[in-house]
Every structure is written in C-alpha cells, then in structure tokens.
C-alpha cells in the first residue's frame, strides 16, 4: 500500500524562525493536504494542492505539490508562538475514498 | 457553513462496558464520513468510513464497529471497551467534488 514518509518528527525552533517539513510518497497522489492539530483538538486543514507544481500561500505558510506528485513539501516562515503543534501531510489518489497520513511533525518553539 | 459535531466530548468508561460515540454534519448532503482513532502522541488510524447511508468500511478488525443510520449522522459503537480502546476519536467529511477531508473536534475517550 501506499506509505507517507514525514520529516522531520520533530523540530525545536526559536521564534522568529523559519521552518520546512516535507513528505514523500512511494506513489504518486493527485492531492497533497497539510493540516495543524493543537492539543485536544481536530486537525484543521492548512493548504489543499491539487495540481503537480502547485504552489499555495496561507499567510506565513507556503506549501508546494511536488513535480513527480510523490511529494510535498510545507514551510513556514518567521515563526511565532501559536505555530506549535502537530503537523501532519495527507495524500489522496482520484477514485480512493481514503486518504493517507503522514507521522506528523511536531513542532516546538524554544523561549 | 459546513460542520462537524462529536459527542461527547470526553468519556470515562471502565472495561467491558458499551460504547457510543456520534458524529452529525451540517450544511452538505451524502458526504463521505470517517472514524479514525489516535493514541496520544501519535498519528490518524482509519477505523472505517461511510459513503452512504448503510454503506460502512471497516479498515482494522477490531471490538469496534461503525453505522450511518441517515445521511449526516455516523456512529462508531462497542459491546464492550478494551482498555487499547482509549484514545482520541475524530471524526471527518468530505464533499462528492473533492478528496479534501475535514475534521470535527474530536472525543477523548479513556478506558479504565
């Protein structure tokens, strides 16, 4: 089955900081989606891509749909303290009602 | 807006009793829906997920079980708790025009 390679697990930053996760794929995907989860919450989806080269802002997040649609990749720039949390990228393939998860990135901001 | 509701929010359940989890959606119709569970600390299991009314999958065999009695409304159900079913339960849709899913605010479920 597909797998999901996310790196990094996890990241000690200082504020101000920018910071850059990616995922890979052992196939391809049709759509890469990246999502933040704050403790006891749901995930909350950050960037869809939808396209091979696509790359999407959010605010102080950017994230691209890699050429050969096996990866992606998210960066976050000048980091502030509400960026902590788990990040997590998905990938979907067209007519599968499922998608796969990456082991999430956790993030961390040093005072 | 498109919504996802969970209840309850958190649950303290002692071995070997019934579980009822519920999971409703607002503002769309005949979404896919999805269980997953996730063990502190770690990433999203799929349980099962619905495409339609009675139509249920299930991804791990395990005490659990899943059911989509109308359209918007899914539950996730058990006869009876292992204590390896606590965690945290979310539920997620999607729409018929995308893969993008989306997630409710989850249910903190602790077996004792």
């Known amino acids: 089955g597909q797998q999901l390679n996310q790196s990094p697990q996890s990241m000690f930053i200082q504020e101000g900081e920018d910071v850059s996760m990616n995922c890979t794929s052992s196939s391809i995907f049709n759509t890469w989606l990246w999502y933040k989860q704050d403790p006891g919450e749901g995930p909350v989806l950050l960037i869809a891509l939808y396209k091979a080269g696509e790359l999407t802002s959010n605010g102080r997040l950017t994230a691209q749909f890699g050429i050969t649609r096996k990866d992606s990749f998210l960066n976050i720039s000048a980091s502030i303290p509400s960026d902590v949390g788990i990040y997590f990228c998905a990938g979907a393939y067209f007519g599968n009602e499922k998608l796969t998860f990456g082991t999430g990135t956790r993030l961390t901001i040093i005072p | 807006s498109q919504t996802i509701h969970q209840w309850p929010a958190t649950l303290v359940q002692p071995v070997g009793s019934p579980l009822s989890l519920e999971c409703t959606v607002e503002?769309?119709?005949?979404?896919?829906l999805y269980w997953y569970r996730q063990a502190a600390g770690r990433g999203l299991q799929l349980l099962f997920y619905s495409v339609g009314i009675g139509q249920i999958s299930s991804e791990v065999p395990q005490n659990l079980s899943a059911s989509r009695p109308q359209d918007r409304q899914f539950i996730l159900s058990s006869k009876k708790l292992l204590l390896s079913d606590s965690g945290f339960y979310l539920c997620a849709r999607t729409s018929r025009s995308t893969d993008t899913q989306y997630f409710g605010p989850g249910t903190r479920l602790t077996v004792l």
């Open positions: 503002g769309t119709s005949n979404p896919n």
